[in-house]
């Protein structure tokens, strides 16, 4: 991750333009949708643009916005994919059982004995909750594991690893 990104949190993605005059459709990543709009500027990952987001109304898939400086359906649709980022503090402050995902990638995995399983490279939330990616050497695919507090007893962010507790028939 680049140093502009490090503090800072993927909200949400443009989904394309919406309309002709350089409205957008936004997926917001924030539990309450229309929190996105809140935790402004937004940025691009690389964090050379940012914008402000003011949101106009729900839309099919997501919520039409109009972001500043972007005035044309042609410069919405070039946006389209884009990831949008919020500064790590204008968020709120997550209970301590919740954890931003950006938290948890590059994380060191240990068992329980201590005994070192790979890394974490991502996390996956199709909608049933999130699932950890690993990778871990000697394993010709990554793991998978569902991230329950059974599959996931500690999660040490200050000292940048988890203890999981893989099931039988996962390892």
Partial sequence: MSGAS?????VGAIAGAFGVSGEVRLKSFCTEATDIAAYGPLWTKDGSRSFTVKLTRPVAGGLGAR??????????DALKGTELYA???RLPALPDDEFYHADLIGLLVRDPGGA???????VHDHGAGDLLEIAAPGRKSALLLPFTRANVPTVDIAGGCLVV??????D
């Fill in 165 to 170: 507790d893989v099931p039988e028939g996962l």
């Fill in 116 to 122: 070192e399983i790979g890394r974490v490279t991502a």
């Fill in 67 to 76: 972001l500043s400086g972007v005035g044309t359906k042609e410069a919405a």
């Fill in 6 to 10: 490090e503090d800072r949190i993927c």
């Fill in 87 to 89: 500064d790590r503090d």
